[in-house]
């Protein structure tokens, strides 16, 4: 599916210069209808390093995950009025995402991609129904890395193809009905998926199986090291060697990873910002971003499956998957 290449062609004309500075530009999309610390650091860090910041539904009340899906297509419906459909987008959660590359090694990235294609954050976690971990792996066979599942926090490409995908997202319904804002975002978009394949019509997605993008950080031990190396701080992935542009503290042990990683990056010292900017925000980490993680905080309010082998069965979740998974698809 090329769509985007033919609305490019056929969109009305508009000056050389514009046109290639629209398109060089990155616009962040994030959901927040509460504005917390992490969504000041995430707007920070979007500023820092090229992007174009948009938040989106704020004040809106939250009446569950699908509200981010309503929100970004009447955001993405404003934007295609002055914008090529060629831009990039990026959609971001608002609470727990953090960009830690430019917009010009964004777009490096993104030029391997067919044209017309998203990207969507991947994670090592078929859920929150494991059972359909059979339909999205023969969805999306590429195995060569534990993060083969699509995470719906994560999502860039280009605008027209965007808003194609969360228009059928909200719209494209079993009964005709625009999607309540009380169901599961992630489910959705895995039961997209799953149907749109099944009509011979799969939607042009790619996962990014190598964590060049987006790091999802629900994991039972950090996958990733720190590198302080450069003139500004990252994530290397200790598999793929990538360099992730978005660290995601998805899931509940990703909350602490990234909390940690805020502290052991001095996050907010690079991005030139206090905890006493933040302080009348509300937090969504378990401690307020810039906090040390110390081994006294983890004991203290670390929930108990957070530390593998703290108790017995600390790993449920994570167990729970794998033993579904080997039901519904064997080993391997």
Not at 244 to 249: C, E, F, I, M
Not at 302 to 321: I, Q, S, V
Request: glycine share 8%; charged share 25%; proline share 6%.
């Amino acid at each position: 599916m090329h769509r985007s290449l033919a609305l490019r062609r056929a969109c009305p004309a508009r000056g050389r210069r514009t046109a290639r500075a629209a398109s060089s530009a990155v616009h962040v999309l994030a959901c927040a209808t509460e504005y917390r610390q992490e969504t000041a650091i995430l707007q920070r860090s979007a500023k820092r390093n090229g992007f174009r910041f948009h938040t989106v539904g704020l004040g809106e009340p939250w009446r569950g995950f699908a509200t981010k899906f309503l929100a970004y297509e009447r955001r993405l419906r404003e934007l295609r009025e002055r914008l090529p459909p060629e831009q990039l987008v990026m959609l971001l959660d608002a609470w727990d995402t953090v960009i830690l590359g430019s917009v010009e090694e964004l777009h490096q990235k993104m030029a391997r991609l067919p044209p017309g294609w998203l990207l969507c954050g991947a994670e090592r976690v078929c859920g929150p129904n494991h059972f359909l971990v059979a339909q999205i792996e023969a969805l999306f066979p590429d195995g060569h890395t534990p993060w083969r599942y699509p995470n719906s926090g994560g999502l860039v490409g280009p605008l027209e193809v965007m808003l194609e995908l969360l228009h059928d997202l909200v719209h494209d319904t079993e009964n005709g009905l625009a999607l309540p804002a009380e169901e599961n975002d992630q489910v959705r978009l895995h039961d997209f998926l799953i149907a749109r394949a099944a009509q011979g019509r799969a939607f042009p997605m790619r996962l990014d199986t190598d964590c060049e993008v987006f790091q999802c950080m629900y994991e039972e031990q950090p996958q990733w090291q720190v590198d302080l190396s450069g003139q500004k701080p990252r994530l290397r992935n200790q598999l793929t060697q990538s360099q992730p542009l978005v660290a995601h503290g998805n899931g509940h042990t990703g909350r602490w990873f990234l909390s940690a990683m805020y502290s052991e990056m001095k996050l907010l010292d690079h991005l030139g910002l206090s905890m006493a900017e933040l302080q009348h925000l509300q937090h969504e980490m378990p401690v307020p971003p810039g906090t040390e993680v110390t081994e006294e905080i983890k004991a203290e309010y670390c929930p108990w499956w957070y530390m593998p082998g703290m108790h017995k069965g600390a790993t449920d979740g994570f167990a729970t998957f794998r033993s579904i998974r080997e039901m519904m698809c064997g080993r391997g």
